[in-house]
């Protein structure tokens, strides 16, 4: 029987994996449940709950405001709402572009610390009032969780290993899901370094993309 020299069979390996690697990153998951509408509402209240966590480690007399979700928007309309929310609490030195992100300058006005804290406040109220469509719409379930942690170590931590690049040890598939939304989200990407790139890592995101497609945000 005729064999490949031992070259040939690892190039036609590497191809073959290549190949398989490409596919498996197209595929959606099996058995995967989206959250529902009031487990979103939920991860949305526990990033509120975070946020006013900072402000009261700046201020620790700081008292909670009672404030409730008004509207999710996105686009233009947030932007507008964002706005008038600001405006109705005398913000200043803050603006907000035209797709609802909030930009604050501390040099734009000479502040008390007391005015500091009704700003920084203010700013919690009404991202509480209006959350960011596409924040509401990124929320993982657990069973989407999982899913992300198999494209990780599945497809994308080989895809940068057959780019050259020296990739973390993966989180335990469990471990990966209870720790996403503390602050820890691991991702390949994270170890690689670009000081010395290499050749093909110009498109690197299009071989090896960070996430899989199915996820939109």
């Known amino acids: 029987m005729h064999r490949l020299p031992v070259s040939a069979r690892t190039l036609t390996l590497a191809v073959a994996l290549c190949g398989a690697l490409v596919l498996s990153s197209c595929v959606s998951p099996a058995a995967v449940v989206p959250l529902t509408n009031a487990q979103r509402l939920e991860r949305l209240q526990r990033g509120f709950d975070r946020y006013w966590q900072t402000i009261v480690a700046r201020y620790p007399d700081a008292e909670r405001p009672e404030v409730s979700i008004v509207q999710i928007q996105a686009g233009g309309n947030l932007a507008a709402l ?8 005398g913000t200043t030195g803050v603006s907000v ?6 930009g604050v300058d501390r040099s734009a006005t000479v502040s008390t610390p007391a005015q500091l804290e009704n700003q920084d406040i203010a700013l919690f109220t009404c991202s509480v009032e ?5 924040l509401y719409n990124s929320f993982l379930s657990d069973s989407q ?11 994308l931590q080989p895809c940068l290993s057959l780019s050259g690049h020296a990739v973390s040890a993966a989180p335990t ?21 670009y000081a010395s790139p290499r050749a093909g890592d110009r498109d ?3 071989r090896c993309p960070a996430n899989p497609r199915w996820i939109s945000n």
């Not at 964002?82 to 609490?89: E, N």
């Not at 572009?97 to 909030?102: L, M, N, Q, V, Y």
């Not at 209006?130 to 596409?134: E, H, S, T």
Request: aromatic residues 20%; hydrophobic residues 35%.
């Open 82 to 89: 964002l706005r008038a929310c600001l405006r109705r609490y």
């Open 97 to 102: 572009s035209s797709d609802g992100t909030i």
């Open 130 to 134: 209006y959350p960011r469509r596409d």
């Open 145 to 155: 969780l999982g899913a992300l942690w198999d494209y990780y170590v599945g497809f």
């Open 173 to 193: 598939r469990r471990g990966f899901i209870a720790t996403y939304y503390n602050g820890s989200r691991w991702n390949p990407y994270r170890a690689i370094s």
């Open 204 to 206: 690197i995101l299009q």
